[in-house]
């Protein structure tokens, strides 16, 4: 008889273990590889903080900012923030509620059978490249959007309530159109039926199921527009954002600490605002 | 409805206040100047720049941007594990990584670690850990105690209480927030360059600088399909699981 060794014995082996060995190594392999492209280097991080220029920046945090003369002009950073984003979401509602007419198929004329300038293939064709428009004004990024815009119009407010204008308007479009989708289509097909024209049926049959769903979304979305406006703003777009990465390049600790207090509260209130607002319509 | 009548005429004065201080000059689309600049821009970018050399920069600049989604997540995942099962009285830090945005922790960082995507990297493993130590206190405070304390009563000792009790029964929700972050911050990463801090972003904003718009057009090209990508995959796995 031969005498197995016990843990040659194949009950007594994991039969897992030659996987589980591979899939630790290539995990292994995986991180060192990142840690190769993203320049990983935490002893770097820790030489950072013996070098004076970044060590005063951050010591230069505490106390904050507060000279009347930069609190007033960090306050009006602030509003002008709130103004980029606001005016952003007006005209990106301006652009999205149309085109969610224009997409909304309870709406299509042709599709019931009354006859069309150009008829069903036409009207067909143009929501296809609509909703394609949507899809991409909706899919680059709004920074980038900013970057681009800065470059044409210069640095400035313009460029911010641009690329909020934008970029929202191909999300405000679908969403309009599918919540304009999601009621009760009989309204609007027997106004439509009776003879009248697309925008009455729109006013009477559509709307007023839903307005308070649109506004509530509306304000929702306004409260994300103020935050992404303090993003913009680090690409030139104007408002907080703006004014924090010039204190952050001049190394302004006490000042960059003074615009994140501002930050934080802006949010918070933003929060706030668009809980109350969107309770008045529920 | 007098609550609603109250709520339109803030928003009615809002939108005014807004468009009246804010110093807008839209009527530059209609000079001649600015759609002649324009119209080059376009034109540029109508031809990305192609060569094989420029390609494989724009690729690696991709992984590069992978990179620092999947290693930021993972080190965010570490220490949210870390927090949750052990720090939990650091809640009020968690609150303060998650307020600041990925990309002013960005800017930040490049003051103390340079320019690339090390600053990037660190920016997003700080906002993220912010995120999901959050979700990971929470989704342990919901788990039942049951299975701790049975194997607490026969004796486990606390390091198996947690490897065979309280992660195992957490798990699923833990990978479930994990990945959804993950896809976050892959769209996050793309962007964040643009203030220096590494990955396609930053390279972008690189090429828009010196104005040489087919090269920007390909960078543009690229992280739209990263993130068209990112959105089909996820698409798919959660038709899958769902």
Known sequence: MIRVRSDDHPALRDPASSGRVFFVGLFVLAIWQMARLTEFDLLGLFAAFTDPAPRNFLLGFFPPAHSVAFLTLALVETWRTVAIATCGMFIAGLIGLPIAILLTRVLSLSAMGRPQRGGAVFSSFLRRVLRSLMVFLRSVPELIWALLLVRVVGLGPTAGVLAIAISYSGMLGKVYAEIFESVDPLPTLSLLNQGASRLQAFAFGLLPQCSDELISYSVYRWECAIRSSVILGFVGAGGLGQQMDLSMKMFAGDEVCTLLILFVLLVAFADWASQALRKAWE | ?242
Request: proline share 3%; with cysteine; charged share 10%.
């Open chain 2, 1 to 242: 409805m007098n609550a609603r009548l109250l709520a339109l005429f803030f928003l009615f004065v809002l939108i005014i206040a807004s468009f009246v201080s804010l110093d807008l000059h839209f009527l530059v689309f209609f000079e001649t100047d600015s759609v002649q600049s324009m119209g080059r821009f376009l034109l540029e970018f109508m031809h990305p720049d192609l060569e094989p050399q420029f390609i494989l920069k724009v690729w690696y600049a991709s992984l590069e941007t992978i990179a620092m989604s999947a290693l930021s997540t993972l080190i965010a995942a570490f220490l949210g594990l870390l927090i949750a099962f052990k720090a939990s009285g650091v809640r009020p830090l968690l609150n303060v990584l998650r307020a600041v945005p990925e990309l002013v922790w960005a800017s930040l960082l490049l003051i103390a670690v340079g320019l690339g995507p090390f600053a990037g990297t660190l920016a997003l493993a700080l906002h993220t850990t912010g995120v999901l130590g959050r979700l990971y206190l929470e989704a342990i405070e919901n788990q039942t105690d049951g299975p701790a304390c049975a194997l607490r009563a026969a004796g486990a000792s606390s390091a198996q209480v947690f490897f065979f009790a309280r992660l195992p029964q957490a798990l699923p929700q833990l990978v479930s927030y994990t990945v959804y972050r993950w896809e976050n911050n892959i769209r996050a990463a793309a962007v964040l360059g643009v203030v220096g801090a590494g990955g396609l972003g930053q390279m972008l904003s690189f090429h828009l600088g010196l104005f040489q718009m087919n090269k920007a057009a390909t960078v543009i090209a690229a992280t739209l399909i990263l993130v068209a990508l990112v959105d089909s995959v996820s698409d798919m796995i959660r038709r899958h699981l769902g």
